[in-house]
């Protein structure tokens, strides 16, 4: 069991903010320290509880992969989302001309 | 040549091997290995390996295969530059959000304080029975009328509650008739429950109910022994008192007036099956298996302490297989979460559940008058209110206008802070369209309304049993079943 462990994503694969995504899902378990050098992010993990560090980062992982996947969605549709939801309320008046 | 220039050439409609597409707003989360449950802006879902939703968002679906047609069907992609599955989408969204527009519906009375229980887990503080000051004032309850009245919504509904509200039964006539008096220039559909432990039910009252269709809600936690362990009734078995008074109501309103609920304790945790047995030995078709909430004598007795949501989890999933056990051999009986949370997944309807909207149904689908005159945005901020944090009281209905309490800053903040779209964790969730938060649990457990969602036994336990259920409905018989839940 340990109580602490380490991992670096390079920048130009994964942006920080789909890191820090993916970090947040875990913070009943852990508290994540980050540091960049160059376009190496390392981050510090601390465990609240020990565990098998190994197990812990394999799903770490795999959320910064579903994080980028979301980002990656969430890019694309973001005009769709804007027509849905103008059209949606276009019969209101919440609407101003 | 005019008639033909308004169809689409035939080659449009052709299979286009090497189609590109576009994608549509779609969100995912993760069911178990490496499946997924991933769906639309309406909630319409499709259950996808990983390979398929990596797939999905890098182009990499054929135009000729059964899955691009169900991502095409069902609104994740587009292969075309027309507007109808934007257009389809819109309209579905705005299916599911009106019910936003119809405003306060249920309106709680709470008329007394007083109780003749000692109940453990008793989730506002009671007083004994010889206080009259915990009641509710006529001028205070004709107050509490003149401002649900002032909401649009065409439906209201009034919920009796306490302490024991039949201990104030005269207050309770007099709302009603003064309520009725009220609506024959309102002209809504009014609706009436009296939530009681039946102690106090006898024939002039149960007259009164059969004359104004008012139904009634008790509590019942199960067997004999665990009912008397969790609601000790001083002097009395409130076991025997309670199953009497449903008999008795039942016979005399009907079956459909009369709905217990139970509450879960520790003592009730390994004993789900007794539980669920104790309804269907009543002749009851469904049983909301509810969790302890974090309010009132809950907390002061530790019961919080004494177990954690993965136990309740544990038991919530052993009751819904036994539930479904049971329905598997030709009883038909629903757990009530679940066919709520159905309701959501497998229609376009509104279930209308406070606690899973967004935003929060705080204030805007129900709203609490309590005895005292303070107004709240809902039973749990009454019941916070009664272990000394005033955090959700939007005002005093015998000060405040209807304008002063609805647009309290109390009530426009926290309704701001609950709409799950733009909650870190909840804004990317795939089971957003079928959930909510809520605002005063996670205030009351983590000090702040928005909460942070890993360490949230109210996100925890939505997302268990929505994963649940979907593992459930891989099995077609099982589904059906499921199916059958879904209130529209």
């Known amino acids: ?97 | 040549m005019a008639l033909a220039n308004k169809f689409i050439p035939l080659i449009e409609f052709e299979e286009k091997e090497d189609c590109t597409y576009h994608l549509l707003p779609f969100r995912f989360v993760k069911l178990e290995n490496d499946k997924y449950v991933v769906t639309n802006f309406v909630g319409e879902y499709l259950i996808l390996h990983r390979r398929e939703l990596d797939d999905l968002v890098h182009k990499r679906i054929l135009s000729n295969t059964p899955l691009f047609y169900d991502l095409t069907s069902k609104h994740f992609i587009s292969d075309s530059n027309s507007t109808v599955a934007t257009d389809l989408l819109a309209l579905k969204f705005r299916t599911k959000q009106h019910a936003n527009s119809f405003f306060t519906s249920l309106h709680i009375f709470v008329v007394t304080l007083r109780c003749d229980y000692t109940c453990k887990y008793c989730q506002v503080s009671r007083q004994t029975e010889d206080k009259d000051s915990f009641d509710m004032t006529a001028i205070t309850a004709e107050n509490s009328l003149k401002h649900m009245f002032m909401s649009p919504n065409h439906s209201l509904k009034v919920e009796f509650q306490g302490g024991e509200s039949l201990l104030n039964f005269p207050l309770i006539k007099h709302i009603v008739l003064k309520a009725k008096e009220i609506n024959q220039t309102a002209k809504r559909n009014l609706q009436f429950v009296i939530s009681t432990n039946l102690s106090f039910i006898d024939d002039e009252i149960l007259a009164f109910c059969k004359e104004h269709s008012i139904h009634i809600s008790t509590s019942l936690d199960g067997p004999e022994w665990l009912h008397n362990k969790n609601r000790p009734r001083p002097g009395k078995n409130g076991y025997a008192t309670t199953i009497s008074g449903i008999k008795k109501t039942s016979d005399f309103l009907g079956p459909d007036y009369v709905s217990p609920l139970m509450t879960t304790t520790e003592a009730s945790l390994n004993h789900v099956k007794e539980i669920i047995d104790e309804y269907v030995s009543l002749g009851m078709h469904s049983i909301f298996l509810r969790p302890l909430s974090p309010y009132g004598f809950a907390v002061r007795t530790k019961q919080l302490e004494k177990y954690q949501m993965d136990r309740w989890l544990e038991f919530y999933k052993d009751g819904l297989e036994y539930i479904l056990e049971l329905n598997r051999n030709g009883y038909a009986f629903v757990e009530q979460y679940a066919a709520i949370i159905l309701t959501k997944i497998l229609s376009n309807s509104n279930s209308g559940y406070v606690d899973l909207q967004s935003p929060a149904g705080v204030g805007i689908s129900a709203i609490v008058f309590n005895y005292d005159g303070r107004v709240f945005i809902s039973d749990e901020a009454r019941m916070l209110a009664e272990m000394g944090d005033n955090t959700f009281c939007i005002g005093d209905i015998n000060l405040n206008t209807y304008e002063e309490i609805m647009l309290s800053p109390t009530l426009l903040d926290t309704l701001e802070q609950s709409a799950t779209e733009s909650l870190p964790t909840c804004n990317d969730c795939g089971f957003l369209p079928y959930c909510g938060t809520d605002p005063v649990y996670h205030h009351a457990t983590q000090g702040n309304i928005v909460g942070l969602k890993a360490e949230s036994g109210f996100c925890k336990k939505n997302m268990e049993i929505m994963k649940y259920l979907f593992k459930l409905m891989e099995d077609q018989e099982t589904k059906l079943i499921l199916q059958s839940w879904i209130r529209c």
Do not use: C, W
């Not at chain 1, 991992?7 to 994540?32: E, H, Q």
């Not at chain 1, 795999?62 to 276009?90: C, G, H, K, M, W």
């Open chain 1, 1 to 97: 069991m340990d109580t602490r462990a380490s991992i670096s994503f390079d920048t130009r694969v994964f942006n920080l903010l789909t890191i820090k995504a993916a970090s947040i899902k875990f913070l009943d378990k852990a508290s994540f320290d980050f540091s960049l050098d160059g376009h190496q992010v390392k981050v510090s993990i601390r465990f609240e509880n020990p565990l098998n560090a190994e197990a812990f980062l394999a799903d770490y992982r795999n959320e910064v992969l579903d994080q980028d996947l979301r980002a990656i969605i969430s890019e694309e549709t973001r005009p769709y989302r804007d027509i849905i939801l103008a059209n949606a309320f276009s019969r209101t008046s919440l609407i101003k001309e």
